[in-house]
């Protein structure tokens, strides 16, 4: 990008700065010996051109909604319209969680975004023995379409974009939220949303499964293809990095090892047969935002480059929104600290800038009280508005790519490149050179734990010796903390629950029941696309728990190995 003569001159006009004006303050020292994002990653003090010498312009850069995307998705980005504010949302019965979406609409929200409770994520009933105790207590439970009816009520789906974060069990709710379209008289191709529904990084971070890895697969590419020609504006797949990061990974790591789940479901999309130009528009994905604002706009960037380069380079795609990343982001729950949580509200603040200024499509803030608490309905207002001011004050969407040509974030997003390429090449390699298969060797090996682990047990003795400040944590300490009006679910939410899901046993056709769980179970053993079977089962009101263990007794259960997590 510059001249080799003008190069010379930046380095010796350098020299001359560092000699004659930058010695004089470094007699007086620096706060650190050393400057390092959370993610550990040294930033040097000062950039210039000489960092970018070897930047292409056309080939590194180029335009916003060009490849390589790395100045953005999209041409306009939020000069045409800004990002979705997605706020997570779910406790208690379907009652209080839907009377939670109709307060959002209300204050706001662009879309809508759901959360499970534990057995609903595990795949298990409110009655089953197991739920005992956290019926409603960290998401909404829904057991059958009887309670999805009720959290969609007054809610037109057809209007309304809606992500399901759930992973095991979510092929049941995809079903469920396509019967209630159908109810509603939407046609299919017309709802529109996300679903998790990843689960590689189930079990590479966050450990929610029923099913082992390769039958977990394949039933994820089933919703691929059902969705590319049952629900075309609905995303099958959310590849999250979110939990990689939760978990304790650095930057680098939670993009490449989504990066290479994403890739892993091509791979397994093209060996069924589907067309990458016909799948490839439909997959999106799920990224943390951290609290170093440079190190996380980096990511973002590199993302979309890299992303874009293999899916042209290794999977032929052809289409412009084949090779087009696209991505939620929500900010770092890890950062939060029930120490002094109004804190929080300017983590939140920093990560969600970052997000923007990385490019984000959609984005979900944090509530202040999350570290203690499902977040109360005040917290949740302030996450929001933390939102709309960035979209409506601070100026923040009106220039796209606004850090794009910094000397410090293209470096930075260049080293971020690399290190990702280095750990999806090794992936690569760990599955004689299909990612699919080293994803799956990698789970089998524990090469995913090690490498999480080690980098969360890094930064921990950082934080343990002061060298990493956390505010309110290991600096800046107070005896008392504020009391908040934290949100409490009702103990009596579990037995509203298990009065409604007996009701709804008792009022179905239980013949109707079994005969859509055998034909289930008939389907898998043929190797059958499931997604029409579990739409028949749970219009006849089968439980999410019976569908599920319907898949358990065809597959049977995976258990972690021992010494590997």
């Given at each position: 990008m510059f001249d080799e003569d003008e190069?010379?001159?930046?380095?010796?006009?350098?020299?001359?700065?560092?000699?004659?004006?930058?010695?004089?303050?470094?007699?007086?020292?620096?706060?650190?010996?050393?400057?390092?994002?959370?993610?550990?990653h040294e930033i040097d003090r000062l950039y210039t051109p000489e960092d970018v010498a070897d930047l292409d312009y056309e080939e590194d850069l180029g335009f916003?909604?060009?490849?390589?995307?790395?100045?953005?998705?999209?041409?306009?980005?939020?000069?045409?319209?800004?990002?979705?504010?997605?706020?997570?949302?779910?406790?208690?019965?379907?009652?209080?969680?839907?009377?939670?979406?109709?307060?959002?609409?209300?204050?706001?929200?662009?879309?809508?975004?759901?959360?499970?409770?534990?057995p609903s994520l595990m795949g298990l009933d409110?009655?089953?023995?197991?739920?005992?105790?956290?019926?409603?207590?960290?998401?909404?439970?829904?057991?059958t379409l009887a309670d999805m009816e009720i959290l969609f009520d007054g809610i037109d789906i057809g209007e309304v974009s809606t992500s399901f974060t759930i992973n095991p069990s979510a092929p049941v709710i995809y079903a469920m939220y396509v019967a209630l379209a159908d109810q509603q008289g939407v046609p299919r191709e017309e709802i529109s949303g996300t679903?998790?529904?990843?689960?590689?990084?189930?079990?590479?971070?966050?450990?929610?499964?029923?099913?082992?890895?390769?039958?977990?697969l394949d039933v994820v590419t089933d919703t691929v293809e059902y969705a590319v020609n049952e629900t075309p504006k609905m995303h099958p797949i959310s590849i999250s990095g979110y939990h990689i990061r939760e978990a304790g990974s650095t930057a680098a790591q939670e993009a490449a090892f989504t990066l290479a789940d994403g890739f892993a479901y091509v791979e397994d999309a093209l060996e069924r047969g589907l067309d990458v130009d016909e799948f490839g528009p439909l997959l999106s994905f799920f990224f943390n935002s951290h609290n170093s604002i440079f190190e996380e706009v980096a990511k973002f960037r590199a993302s979309r480059r890299v992303y874009s380069r293999i899916m042209d380079e290794w999977y032929d795609a052809e289409k412009p929104e084949s090779k087009r990343l696209k991505f939620h982001t929500q900010t770092a729950g890890q950062s939060l600290t029930a120490q002094q949580p109004l804190n929080n509200i300017?983590?939140?603040?920093?990560?969600?800038?970052?997000?923007?200024?990385?490019?984000?499509?959609?984005?979900?803030?944090?509530?202040?009280?999350?570290?203690?608490?499902?977040?109360?309905?005040?917290?949740?207002?302030?996450?929001?508005?933390?939102?709309?001011?960035?979209?409506?004050?601070?100026?923040?969407?009106?220039?796209?790519?606004?850090?794009?040509?910094?000397?410090?974030?293209?470096t930075l997003t260049d080293e971020m490149e690399s290190e990702i390429m280095t750990y999806v090449e090794e992936i690569r390699e760990l599955g004689d050179g299909s990612v699919r298969d080293g994803v799956l060797e990698g789970i089998e090996q524990g090469y995913f734990h090690r490498e999480?682990?080690?980098?969360?047990?890094?930064?921990?003795?950082?934080?343990?010796?002061?060298?990493?400040?956390?505010?309110?944590?290991?600096?800046?300490?107070?005896?008392?903390?504020?009391?908040?009006?934290?949100?409490?679910?009702?103990?009596?939410?579990?037995?509203?629950?298990?009065?409604?899901?007996?009701?709804?046993?008792?009022?179905?056709?239980?013949?109707?029941?079994?005969?859509?769980?055998?034909?289930?179970?008939?389907?898998?053993?043929?190797?059958?696309?499931?997604?029409?079977?579990?739409?028949?089962?749970?219009?006849?009101?089968?439980?999410?728990?019976?569908?599920?263990?319907?898949?358990?007794?065809?597959?049977?259960?995976?258990?972690?190995?021992?010494?590997?997590?």
């Open positions: 190069l010379e001159e930046i380095r010796e006009s350098r020299e001359e700065w560092e000699e004659e004006t930058l010695s004089k303050y470094l007699e007086y020292g620096e706060r650190y010996d050393r400057f390092a994002t959370v993610s550990n916003p909604g060009e490849e390589p995307y790395t100045r953005g998705a999209y041409p306009t980005m939020y000069r045409g319209r800004t990002w979705t504010m997605r706020q997570f949302a779910g406790f208690g019965t379907a009652e209080e969680t839907n009377e939670r979406f109709h307060y959002l609409i209300g204050e706001g929200q662009t879309g809508l975004s759901t959360a499970f409770d534990m409110s009655d089953h023995p197991m739920s005992d105790g956290e019926v409603g207590k960290e998401g909404v439970a829904v057991d679903l998790q529904n990843d689960m590689l990084k189930e079990f590479i971070a966050q450990k929610e499964w029923v099913i082992p890895p390769e039958p977990s300017v983590r939140t603040t920093v990560q969600a800038m970052a997000a923007v200024l990385g490019g984000t499509q959609s984005l979900h803030t944090n509530s202040y009280d999350e570290a203690l608490a499902l977040p109360s309905e005040g917290a949740v207002r302030v996450a929001l508005r933390t939102q709309q001011i960035l979209a409506e004050e601070s100026g923040v969407g009106d220039v796209v790519d606004p850090l794009g040509g910094s000397y410090a974030i293209e999480i682990q080690e980098a969360s047990y890094e930064y921990q003795k950082r934080v343990d010796a002061g060298e990493e400040t956390v505010v309110g944590v290991n600096q800046y300490q107070i005896d008392d903390d504020p009391d908040l009006d934290i949100l409490h679910v009702d103990e009596e939410t579990q037995d509203r629950q298990l009065e409604r899901l007996a009701r709804v046993k008792r009022e179905r056709d239980d013949e109707e029941v079994e005969a859509r769980l055998d034909d289930l179970a008939e389907a898998i053993e043929r190797d059958e696309n499931v997604m029409p079977y579990i739409v028949d089962a749970v219009k006849a009101y089968a439980t999410m728990g019976e569908i599920m263990e319907t898949f358990e007794e065809q597959y049977g259960q995976y258990s972690e190995k021992i010494g590997l997590a």
